[in-house]
């Protein structure tokens, strides 16, 4: 039998403290007390309050399952509930959603977890992903892997190299983030797909050289689609699993990709 040793509330605190780059004086600051009661805190030598850990949990942008983990670890009760989207609690967030994506037809939009596994998708989505192996199709669906796989929608993918460079590059952006260590293993299995090569730093082509943002070139049937990403999150989410949804939705880049999709 292996014993798992708990991390401390104060090896916790200590962690996310030096993921955001702060000294104990500077986070002590931000949050109203004294450098002394924080290195007393982090050593185990003082016990913090409720109210101190979620202000220093505030302060330092912890995401909310890991704030509950932290108050797990200095004995207290979870502050932020965790529900399913079908759970009755739920109802309005589950409906807005439903709402954004019907409304977004017919460009495609998704919601996605903390892990990028697919949520649910409007029809736009479902249509695109014809092409791809069946295997990357059943449910779960990471959507990072669906688009990089080389037998999802990578053939299909015109600027590839680009768009690859920019998912790559906003994954470690969340890594450095939130520390999670599914999205360290899924980034390594992203980074072992093959590219096309081009634009692998994630700045645009030559041709691209007014763009203002990376669009996602997208080859279906003899059209190829321009298409401009958005991310949408619920703004001050108390509930964790409300805190990790994101919905991605996309936009015509240009007049040609609108008429294709529009139907005109």
């Not at 109802?91 to 977004?104: C, E, P, W």
């Not at 990471?142 to 790559?168: D, F, K, M, Y």
């Not at 590219?195 to 997208?218: I, K, N, Y």
Request: hydrophobic letters at 45%; a negative charge.
């Amino acid at each position: 039998m292996t014993t798992v040793q708990q991390e401390s509330a104060g090896a916790l605190l200590r962690h996310w403290r030096e993921r955001r780059g702060l000294s104990q004086l500077a986070l002590a600051n931000l949050a109203g007390v004294s450098a002394r009661h924080l290195s007393f805190v982090e050593t185990g030598r003082s016990k913090p309050s409720r109210r101190m850990l979620l202000a220093l949990g505030e302060h330092l942008d912890i995401p909310l399952r890991e704030r509950n983990a932290l108050l797990l670890a200095a004995g207290l009760a979870p502050a932020y509930p965790e529900h399913r989207l079908g759970d009755v609690p739920m109802a309005a967030v589950a409906d807005a959603i439903g709402r954004i994506l019907t409304s977004h037809m017919p460009f495609p939009a998704l919601v996605v977890d903390r892990h990028w596994t697919m949520i649910d998708a409007n029809d736009a989505v479902t249509g695109l992903l014809a092409a791809c192996a069946p295997a990357l199709v059943e449910p779960p669906v990471n959507v990072l892997r669906l688009t990089l796989h080389p037998e999802g929608l990578a053939p299909l993918i015109s600027n590839l190299g680009q768009w690859r460079a920019h998912l790559l590059a906003r994954l470690r952006h969340q890594i450095g983030a939130t520390g999670d260590p599914e999205l360290m293993r899924l980034h390594a299995e992203l980074e072992g797909y093959p590219g096309d090569g081009t634009a692998e730093a994630g700045h645009a082509d030559a041709g691209d050289s007014a763009a203002l943002v990376v669009p996602l070139r997208l080859r279906v049937g003899d059209v190829e689609l321009s298409l401009l990403s958005t991310t949408t999150l619920f703004g001050t989410p108390l509930d964790v699993t409300v805190s990790e949804l994101a919905i991605e939705a996309f936009y015509p880049a240009d007049d040609a990709t609108a008429h294709v999709l529009l139907g005109k």
